[in-house]
């Protein structure tokens, strides 16, 4: 067998399908580091099953999936396969080729397969170990293993050799061995408890089977008896009944007149209480409406606050209005009043005139000009100056041409900005307006809030009282459950307790066993089981018997004898025995009352005519007192022996004994108890389901309260969101408002500064006119100079010269003059165009001061209105109350009166209550002689006999036929032999017939008593008898195959247990052999391989217990060449390495798997250790295949294949292979 094929897909870096073809020999895989090659190792060892996610390398399981990277999503599942190539049939399968399968998804589901079919984790474990490749094996040698092998205690290290010896399946054989003789073992023990069990069972069942017929013909002798007695019993129960029944007529007649009259007042008081109702209804009304006038004060009041906020906000923004107007004709007589002096400018005519001199002497020097050739040499540093000159006035000229475009631009300016403030204006009056409708629907949405909560308010009452009245109920189901849980209890316990006091000592129950099996040996019973007492005397009475409730009663003395002779005989126990015809009879005493004297206790003491003696003399000299103190007074008396209610006995010789059963009140108590207990329980079942009836009702009612609070939770919920709503719309206008007034603000302030820079800039246009003057007159100066110079250039060029000047001041005066001509016409242009602005301005605000008067004047109407019908609401309010009064006494006088009724109603109820326990005493005593006939019936039909119904008038002065007169079905006790069942005795009210085939009743026995003393005495052998079993031989039969099959079975399982204990010695006996074999095999390749890698020195493998091949740990000594034998421990990296490959090689040799991966296992090995290890690796592959994860040349070199593994951005591995043999050479 060898691996053929991998495929991964999914699985750590290997998003998508991935296949690896292998081959025989060497298969090399390398690649850089993080590259995914180990996740190759990874892959192989997790489709063979490998469960331990640290193995692999993840934290756990799941990581295994790709987890994506760059463009590439992650993996939705993870799966690997294994192709095995099985032609050698190496595994224990019929297929030449298998493939194993691991599929891991997103989710956590994991699947298994095997030639793709679903197979459990298991399966593929046990397939792979018979193969040698399980999750332990050495045949997959993971990253850090080699340094592992060394650093293994001994005995982990032993597991190494165990695996190579391939004693694993021995040692599942060896545990599922175990686990059967565990099994086996068990069920022996189980089977011989059932044997013990059923042994001592079937000589009971013998003698069980020999008193069944003693049973038989004991029960219809009884029934005979039975028969007679019944029919007496029955004509005095019916005569008592009629006489109730009257008793209880009379008494429900008397009833029936005060309930009669009791209803009229109640109907009275009823119809006192609907008046009331509905004045409270009136009141209610009028409280109301009280209510609705104080909501429409408070609404017109929250109307009228609204109206005054409006109204200041209004005078506010008047008054804003108004400043803006006084500010803006203070800004209109500013520019009115600003006028400067040099407005007035140069005369037309003079500066015609001017002009005109100009040209003249322009002419004139225009002849001079040739001669001035020769002088300009000499003026040209006059003419720089000139140029100087000339070059500050346009200077000066383009700074005031500048000032004035930047006047030009503030005026712009201040018009965007008073067109945005006439636009903030409008927008704020909008926003006032909105603010008030918002502020409106607050107002509204408040009281829709305010009406949500009070109706929800209202329904969550009511809901809460809807849940108070489940949880009541709730809480009262539970207390019924718990109560009836708890008697059921009481009753399993008490019934519980009853068998263990029916039990007695061992002398007592000899007695009742010879009883049952002599007929010589007469026992009439327990005196505890034949005395009846009266409740509240239970504890008592029995302290006062003590011992004797156990005591035995016989007829004759001969008996106690007999008795007594079988208990010495047996040597088993103590009796005390009663024996009727020997006991020495004394009387009762008798008391007159006294206080805090019960009485004589053997008064209270109910039992057969015959035992009266035994009970006389027994409790006869006991008196019965409520408290210890009184005892103590009788007990000076010597009257005789004194018993409190509560137990504590005093004797005349000075001793007290006292305590309490375990049940309060003893035997006698506990039977009581026990009688009482189904009725009790059936009674809470009553109550609880009348309690659940109710809880359904109030769960109805709750579901309804709670579907009508989710609708009022929505509707309060809806106008809560209305509110926020409204206050969140109101917030926003307040916001915006804000924000507007902010903005205007802002524009008044950048106005204030633009005209403030303005002025400025005005000022500063001014400044720079008088600097162009100025420079003009520099300028005319250096003119002047020039002239003067080029006059004294020479006589013939004078005249020239004063021309040139006349000239020249000309031309500097005519263009000065031009110039400020032009700059006055600009200023004039500029205030006039400012000031008409500023008249617009002026009468927009005029006219909206005028809009605010009059809406101020509207506003203040409307509060005059609003504070009139205030005072309306105040006097609607006081008639209201005044209205509300008139109920309310009304309302009083009603109440006065229930209360004058209610205590007649309270008489009336109580004489009611008298006559209806006179009522229920009578219909108790009713119902007492009716059970006593129906306890007659029950006793009838428990012993097996028919109930015969009385006719119609059969029973005299015309009584109606009770309940208990209907027939009923036929039934038996188990007691009752199988042929009085089909008897058909019935028992009728006189002359019965007599029951066919069965023996005539003779007439002497007729008497009752005689016949009921017949009925106790037959019934008494028949206890004697004690429990038959009808079934007995069957019982025995079946008892007895049942005992022989588990004989049997005991064998069996027996031979079993030593086959199996006898295979578990012979497997282990094999796994020592092989282990021993491959110990040895595996040492001496151990170091043979140390020798071949280290050139020399020695290492060997030995047992820490030489002797215990079974369980010795295994260690290892190794001395390299040149040095001496040291620990492992002290190795060098390279010797731990080269010392573990010669081991692992060795456990290869000793036992070659079918393939084998080593990842990684030659990395610390130097570069001559690598070329001996590929030389042992190629020996080594002539029988393994091996699949090598490396870094190392040399080892590389010894592959036949090779797959490169490589890694790109996204995070996915990528594979190339070479296959080397196909390579040229």
Known sequence: MYLKRLEIQGFKSFPTR??????????????????????????????????????????????????????????????????????????????????????????????????????????????????????NSYAIMGQGLVDQVLSLKPEERRALIAEAADVRRYQVRIEEAQDRLAATQENLEKVDLLVAEIAPRLAQLERQARRAREHEALTRELGEALHAWFASRRRAAEEALVAARAAYDQHNAAFAAAQAELDQLEERLTTVHARLAEERETERAARERLHELEEQARAAQGRLRLEEERLGFVRRRLEELEGEIGQLEAERVALRDHAPAEETGPDAAALAALR?????????????????????????????????????????????????????????????????????????????????????????????????????????????????????????????????????????????????????????????????????????????????????????????????????????????????????????????LIPLDGLKPSPALNLAAERGVVGVAARFVKCDPRLRDVVDTLLGRFIIVEDIETGRALLRRGLGSVVTLDGIVLRPNGTITGGRAALGGGRFAMERELADAPAQIEEALTACAQREAELARARQRLAAARTVVADLDAAAEAARQELLRAREALLTERAGMAALRAELRHLRETATQSARRAAEATAELERARARRVAAARVLAEHERRLATLRERAGDTTAVRDALERALTEARGTLAALEREQEALAALRRNRQAALTRLEERLAARRREAEARRQEIAAVEAECTRLRRQLASAAAARAQAEAELASPRERV?????????????????????????????????????????????????????????????GAAGNGHRRSESDAPLPQASLPSAGEGRRQGGVRVGAAHPPRPDGAAQVTDAVTDAAALAERVRALRARIRALGPVNAQAQVDYAESKERHDFLTEQVRDLRAAEESLKQTLDELRGHVRERFRATFQRVGADFQQYFKTFFGGGNARLVLTEPEDYGHSGVDIIARPPGKRLQSLSLLSGGERAMTAVALLFALLQANPAPFCVLDEVDAALDEANVGRFGEALRRLAERTQFIVITHNRLTIQAADTIYGVSMGRDGASSVLSLRLNDLPE
């Open 356 to 576: 005109e001199t100009v040209r003249a002497r322009q002419a004139e020097l225009a002849a001079f000009d040739a001669a001035q050739e020769r002088e300009r040499r000499e003026i040209g540093e006059a003419e720089q100056a000139v140029r100087r000159g000339r070059a500050a006035l346009r200077e000066a000229d383009d700074r005031a041409a500048a000032l004035e475009r930047q006047l030009r631009r503030f005026e712009e300016e201040q018009a965007a900005r008073g067109q945005r403030q006439r636009l903030l204006l409008r927008r704020l009056k909008e926003y006032g307006q909105r603010y008030l409708a918002r502020l409106r629907a607050l107002y509204a949405a408040e009281d829709g809030a305010l009406a949500a909560e009070q109706e929800r308010k209202r329904a969550r009452q009511v809901l809460e009282t809807a849940r108070d009245e489940v949880a009541a109920s709730e809480q009262a189901v539970q207390a019924l459950k718990a109560s009836v849980e708890e008697r059921r209890r009481r009753l399993r316990l008490l019934e519980q307790m009853r068998e263990h006091v029916r039990g007695v000592d061992a002398g007592v129950q000899l007695v009742l066993d010879q009883a049952q099996r002599h007929g010589r040996l007469r026992v009439l019973g327990l005196l505890g089981e034949q005395v009846r007492v009266p409740r509240g005397l239970e504890v008592a009475l029995e302290a006062a018997l003590a011992e004797y409730i156990s005591a035995v009663l016989v007829p004759e003395q001969r008996d106690a004898l007999a008795a007594l002779k079988a208990l010495i005989e047996a040597e088993n126990g103590r009796a005390t």
């Open 18 to 135: 991935t296949v690896f073809e292998f081959g025989p020999g060497i298969t090399a895989i390398i690649g850089p580091n993080g590259s995914g090659k180990s996740n190759v190792a990874d892959a192989i060892r997790w489709v063979l099953g490998e469960q331990n996610p640290r193995v692999m390398r993840l934290r756990k399981l799941e990581d295994a999936l790709f987890t994506g990277g760059h463009k590439r999503p992650p993996a939705g599942f993870a799966e690997v396969s294994l192709w095995l190539d099985n032609s050698d049939r190496w595994l224990p399968v019929d297929f030449t080729e298998v493939v194993v399968t691991r599929r891991l998804h997103r989710s956590g589901d994991m699947e298994y397969l095997i030639n793709r079919q679903r197979v459990r984790l298991r399966d593929v474990i046990e397939l792979f170990l018979t193969a040698r490749l399980g999750q």
């Open 892 to 952: 009083r006088a009603l109440a006065r009166e229930i209360e004058e009724l209610e205590p007649l109603a309270a008489q009336r109820r109580r004489a009611l209550a008298d006559l209806e326990r006179a009522c229920l005493n009578a219909e108790s005593e009713l119902h007492r002689r009716a059970q006593e006939l129906e306890r007659l019936r029950e006793e009838v039909t428990a012993e097996g006999l028919a109930w015969e119904p009385v006719p119609d």
